[in-house]
């Protein structure tokens, strides 16, 4: 079992920058597969970027590119997601969520904690 929870969101001016937070308790997670989610309001989940167990592996969806940056650290079992350059179109609830296997797709991972709020105005 794996318990994931989501801090650092807030409101931050176009151009700003954001450091989340996703704090994991469960003795298996450094094993985990990790993925960062968004979900603008009144759309669906879309993928951000993921970072495999031990680090190494990072992935991220063409629209956050070169702007964010995904990594974890198993000594303290939490995986960060800085994100600079911020632009109104990043507003959206972001979460984090394990999964075993590498993928895009939110409905695979098995783990999902409750989501920060990040808003960024104009």
């Known amino acids: 079992q794996v318990q994931l929870v989501e801090s650092g969101g807030g409101l931050v001016q176009t151009g700003g920058s954001l450091r989340l937070s996703c704090a994991a308790s469960?003795?298996?997670?450094?094993?985990?597969?990790v993925g960062w989610f968004r979900q603008p309001p009144g759309t669906e989940r879309e993928f951000v970027a993921a970072?495999?167990?031990?680090?190494?592996?990072?992935t991220y969806a063409d629209s956050v590119q070169g702007r964010f940056t995904v990594s974890r650290d198993n000594a303290k079992s939490t995986v960060y997601l800085q994100m600079n350059s911020l632009k109104p179109e990043d507003t959206a609830v972001y979460f984090c969520a394990a999964s075993q296997v590498r993928s895009t797709n939110p409905d695979e991972y098995e783990y999902r904690g409750q989501g920060t709020q990040v808003t960024v105005s104009s």
């Open positions: 469960g003795r298996t997670f450094r094993y985990y597969y």
């Open positions: 970072v495999s167990w031990n680090g190494a592996g990072t």
